[in-house]
């Protein structure tokens, strides 16, 4: 049994007039339960709360105003939850609402808590249906848009494949909105500054992500080791076809080292709350030497923050090339740096670790 999670655009699920398509919910609904009889547990990541809510309260462009935005979620989840509980039982399916936020990921036991009760769902063959919870999120906590979020939820519950629903068929060459002659590119196998380059930005009226994003959340998906999708999903039977190994659209293989599941959340989910600017030893003992950071190699600490929290690792070049969980505070750091590991109780009163960061609780940024 395989474990995929598809993300649904709000352009997918909404009709010209800017309410649910109910017909296209329909049609999904009989896909998605066509591959649970495969034998595939599947997470649905869905947008849609906030157009829906568009629709009831009469609003013609999407909010800017945050107020105004968790209104309009919050009016339109249940119409977004209801018409996937009346699809779904057509098909003698059962979904369950799971709403999060940047917060659930970032604390570890909130991290390990959502993970257990979605794979508590899928035991129960029932279908999650995650969206980001709009009426408490703030600029502060949350994702950017369900791109991500569908990345960070497919690392959570080690998926195996995430399969992005787009407007169009694919990653073109080139926009195809302006250029008629741009080509699907068929597979990634590596996401280079090269492929970010060519990928467009500006989403649709109605949702948050342009084709930029979702090669971010593909690029975070196959650093997992999971492979990743994307299709239209305005044409039924695409998603059937590529769960029966028929490819369509654009995939992009997954990473031959992947990282690990903790690994993955210091690297995505955890929010650095600063950053640790080291010299040209550190950097190498690091990247090639594959070392922890310890005191002598730190010159200079930006941002307050306590042992535990997560921090960037930045070169003398200002590039951010790794991030890890410190195991003391700002505060301390700033009075050991530079020192040997030898010097760090007679300068501080005490010394929990040798290093500043270990090897164990650091991630690099490639």
Not at 307 to 327: E, L
Request: proline residues 2%; positive net charge; glycine residues 10%.
């Amino acid at each position: 049994m395989s474990r995929l999670v598809i993300k649904i655009g709000s352009n997918i699920l909404t009709d010209k007039k800017g309410g649910l398509d109910q017909k296209r919910i329909l049609s999904i609904a009989g896909d998605v339960s066509d591959a649970c009889k495969a034998g595939h547990e599947v997470v649905i990541v869905s947008s849609g709360a906030v157009a829906a809510g568009m629709k009831k309260l009469g609003l013609k462009e999407r909010p800017k105003d945050i107020r105004l935005k968790q209104a309009a979620a919050a009016v339109g989840q249940s119409s977004l939850v209801l018409a996937y509980e009346k699809s779904f039982a057509d098909f003698g399916k059962k979904v369950a609402q799971v709403l999060l936020t940047r917060e659930d990921f970032s604390e570890r036991m909130r991290y390990l808590n959502s993970k257990n009760t979605i794979l508590t769902l899928l035991s129960y063959g029932i279908i999650p249906i995650i969206n980001e919870n709009d009426t408490v999120a703030t600029d502060e906590i949350r994702f950017g848009d369900n791109d991500q979020l569908a990345a960070l939820v497919s690392g959570l519950i080690d998926a195996e494949r995430l399969v992005i629903l787009s407007d169009v068929d694919g990653f073109y060459s080139s926009d195809p909105r302006i250029n008629q002659s741009a080509e699907i590119i068929p597979f990634v196998d590596e996401i280079t500054s090269e492929f970010e380059a060519l990928a467009g930005g500006a989403g649709s009226a109605v949702g948050t992500g342009g084709m930029y994003s979702k090669l971010l959340a593909a690029k975070k998906a196959a650093s997992y080791g999971i492979r990743v999708n994307i299709i239209n999903g305005k044409k039924k039977g695409l998603m059937t076809s590529i769960l029966k190994g028929i490819h369509k659209g654009t995939e992009f293989r997954p990473q031959t080292k992947k990282i690990t599941s903790r690994k993955g959340w210091i690297a995505f989910a955890l929010k650095p709350k600063g950053s640790l600017f080291i010299d040209d030893g550190a950097v190498n003992a690091i990247l090639k030497l594959g070392k922890s950071l310890l005191p002598s190699g730190i010159v200079r600490v930006s941002g307050t923050f306590d042992a535990g929290d997560a921090v960037y690792f930045v070169d003398s070049r200002n590039n951010r090339i790794a991030k890890g969980i410190v195991n003391y505070s700002s505060r301390d750091i700033e009075k050991i740096m530079g020192k040997r590991t030898s010097e760090i109780e007679a300068i501080i009163g005490y010394k929990y670790s040798d290093e500043v960061v270990h090897r164990d609780n650091l991630v690099v940024l490639s």
